[in-house]
C-alpha cells in the first residue's frame, strides 16, 4: 500500500456485489417476500428492524414459539431460494 501526496493510504476497494449481482439478488429475494404467507411477511419485516421474538409476538398477537417456528419456516425458503447451506448442516 502506498500513501498519496497528502499522506492518504491507498487501499483497493472492498470486494462486494457488482450492480447486476444486487439486482439479481434484490429481484429472489422480492420473489421470495411474495410467496411468503401473510403470517410469515410481517416477521421477516419486523426481523429486518431487528425486533426480538418476543416483542413480534406482542406485536402480532401471538407466541414466541409461533414467532420461532415461522422463522424457521422463513429461514428454510431462504435456504432453498439462495441456495444456501442449511442451518443444520453448518452445526455439524
Keep these: ?10 487501499m483497493p476497494a472492498a470486494a462486494g456485489p457488482t450492480p447486476a449481482e444486487a439486482a439479481e439478488f434484490a429481484d429472489q429475494f422480492r420473489h421470495l417476500l411474495e410467496s411468503l404467507g401473510t403470517d410469515e411477511r410481517p416477521i421477516v ?3 429486518l428492524q431487528e425486533f ?11 407466541s414466541e414459539r409461533t ?4 422463522t424457521s419456516r422463513v ?3 431462504l435456504t432453498r431460494a ?3 447451506p442449511s442451518p443444520v448442516d453448518e452445526q455439524a
Design 52 to 62: 426480538t421474538d418476543e416483542q413480534i409476538a406482542e406485536r402480532m398477537g401471538c
Design 75 to 77: 429461514k428454510s425458503a
Design 67 to 70: 414467532i420461532r417456528r415461522l
Design 1 to 10: 500500500l502506498a500513501a498519496d501526496e497528502t499522506g492518504v493510504i491507498d
Design 45 to 47: 419485516d419486523l426481523k
Design 82 to 84: 439462495f441456495d444456501l
